[in-house]
């Protein structure tokens, strides 16, 4: 989620450039001596600049798609001051290679920003954490315990149980013949397998508390990506222009509150449960296993209640709308081209059989499934830019980059790099039949979830939802697009909207067809 804010940022900030330019006119020598002060760097080649602004004005409203188009005209590596601040733009797998491995240790934090980093308590959470003892624990904790294989395998009722559900809705949907918007629904799904992986806590739709967590997360998640004067322009660093700190303290609190109850609530049940070991739950979930390690003295590192709400806020941020625009993206591409389609549900059928519903465990024998997958994070990666800080001086292909520099790493441009990509815009699952190419980030032509020390831990996760569901509505329904999400060929919109994990510009609505039913509709 948070390698993804900076983007978004950049989509919201042309209301403001005529304004910028009224404002601080004043200091309109203000870029033309910060360069001078840069003459003794030899620096990437950069596109002409702007008074005060630097290159905001050449950010469109989906800023990896405008950077690209800048790195085809000048070079995989640029340089662009985004205000005051200095950003290099990398579009190579062989430039991304050289930030992210052989310089990995100049790039391993994320840039701080004023309110995520408010609304994460000071960079208190995992995601946003500098590098250091701390973030090393984090990463290992998650590694081992919270997103590990041992608790993945035991949550495996949890994420089939609602995968069921999911089917179910979409059962009574296709024998009424109505259309589904199937994102919504999607997104429905994996933030029920998160709240109970977390809370063991399903929210129900008339559920009030559910409705808060929802609104709650989703105003934190939209003021987060908003374009913050303060970030870019020096001069405007203890002013609240925007007026976002009352929004930001609001929202803060209203989670503040609502984490702090649920908290009570698991250190009461914790407590009842030591007096009488029958009683209670003995499901596993990861705020139990956070209270372990805050209750437990002899930890290495003393995790806070912010550290904990922090993760928690991470979680639903990062382990929802990614996993289901994935599916939702796939599904799309699938519908507009049916002799994929075909050939995958020819595989399921021929694994799995037409008596019962495809399973996690089917996977591993699903290649070209696998493929599919593999092909949509290529075309639609849910992270498109990999943002880093460099916090010391470093060289890229003989260029000179200073402490504090900020690095994008335009993983949607390299994954259409037509050097290392035949046909590099079109949909072909086929490029991976048999390819060594994996989602680690190993090979930097392709990385779905990062690459090196500061790589999405949660991929084994997004995978695991992915890869099944995606498989279940392949083996159930037959699609026809709906109202709106059509383009003028009648084939599903491939448009891509603003957004921090790269949603779809329209909804994908559908009205689903039952081709095979798992279980009885009732």
């Known amino acids: 989620m948070s ?21 601080f006119v004043s200091f309109i020598l203000f870029r033309t ?57 990398v579009s190579s797998p062989e430039m991304a290679r050289e930030c992210l ?22 960079s208190a959470d995992f995601v946003m954490a500098p590098y250091g003892p701390y973030w090393k624990f984090m990463k ?18 949890i994420r089939q149980e609602e995968r069921e559900r999911f089917l179910h809705f979409m059962l009574k949907k296709a024998g009424k013949g109505e259309q589904v918007d199937v994102g919504g629904e999607l997104l429905r799904l994996t933030n029920n397998i998160i709240s109970l992986m ?21 105003e934190m998640c939209e003021l987060a990506g908003r374009f913050n004067f303060s970030d870019m322009f020096w001069f405007c660093k203890n002013l609240d222009l925007q007026g976002y700190a009352k929004r930001l303290k609001d929202v803060r609190d209203r989670y503040d509150k609502m984490m702090g109850k649920i908290i009570e609530e698991h250190e009461e049940a914790r407590r ?53 625009v994935t599916i939702e993206w796939a599904l799309s591409e699938l519908i507009n081209r049916p002799d994929v389609m075909a050939k995958a549900r020819e595989e399921i059928d021929s694994v ?59 993983v949607w441009a390299i994954n259409r790099d037509p050097k290392h990509w035949k046909d590099p815009l079109e949909f072909m699952p086929e490029r991976f039949w048999k390819s060594t190419l994996d989602v680690r980030g190993q090979s930097f032509q392709f990385m779905p979830f990062g690459s090196g020390r500061r790589s999405c831990p949660g991929a084994s996760l997004a995978l695991h939802v992915v890869h099944t569901t995606l498989a279940s509505v392949i083996q159930c329904f037959g699609w026809k697009v709906g109202d709106g999400a059509a383009g003028i060929d009648g084939r599903v919109d491939m448009e891509e909207g603003p957004g921090i994990s790269l949603p779809r510009a329209k909804p994908l609505v559908c009205v689903p067809s039952v081709r095979f039913s798992p279980f009885p509709l009732s």
């Not at 993804?4 to 304004?19: G, I, K, P, Q, R």
């Not at 290159?55 to 405008?66: C, D, E, F, M, V």
């Not at 590192?301 to 806020?313: A, D, P, S, V, Y």
């Open 272 to 324: 009842n449960k030591k007096n009488d070991p029958w009683k209670g739950d003995n499901a596993v979930n990861l705020l139990d296993i956070l209270l372990d390690i805050y209750e437990d003295q002899s930890s290495e590192i003393k995790l806070t209640r912010e550290n904990i709400k922090g993760f928690i806020m991470n979680m639903f941020g990062a382990g929802t709308d990614t996993s289901s």
């Open 198 to 218: 977390v809370f063991n806590r399903r929210f129900s739709d008339d559920d009030e508390e559910a409705h808060e967590v929802r609104e709650v997360l989703e």
């Open 352 to 410: 799995v059989g037409t008596n019962r519903l495809v399973s996690e465990s089917d996977v591993v024998n699903l290649p070209y499934l696998q493929a599919i997958v593999k092909e949509t994070l290529r075309l639609h990666p849910t992270g498109p830019m990999i943002v880093r800080e460099s916090t010391q001086h470093c060289t890229i292909d003989g260029y000179d980059i200073p402490a504090k520099t900020r690095i994008l790493v335009n």
């Open 33 to 89: 001596i910060f360069t001078k002060t840069q003459t003794h760097h030899r620096l990437p080649p950069s596109p002409r600049a702007l008074p005060i602004i630097g290159h905001l004005h050449l950010l469109g409203r989906i800023p990896h798609q405008a950077l690209h188009k800048l790195s085809t005209r000048h070079g995989p590596l640029i340089q662009l001051f985004f205000g005051s601040i200095p950003c290099v733009v």
């Open 3 to 23: 390698t993804l804010f900076h983007s978004t940022n950049m989509a919201n900030c042309h209301e403001y450039l005529v304004l910028l330019l009224i404002w």
């Open 140 to 157: 290992k904790l998650c590694m081992s315990e919270l997103l590990g294989g041992r608790v993945l395998d035991q949550n495996l009722p």
């Open 101 to 122: 491995k052989t310089n990995e240790i100049s790039f391993l934090n994320r840039p701080k920003r004023t309110n995520v980093d408010y609304l994460t308590y000071g």
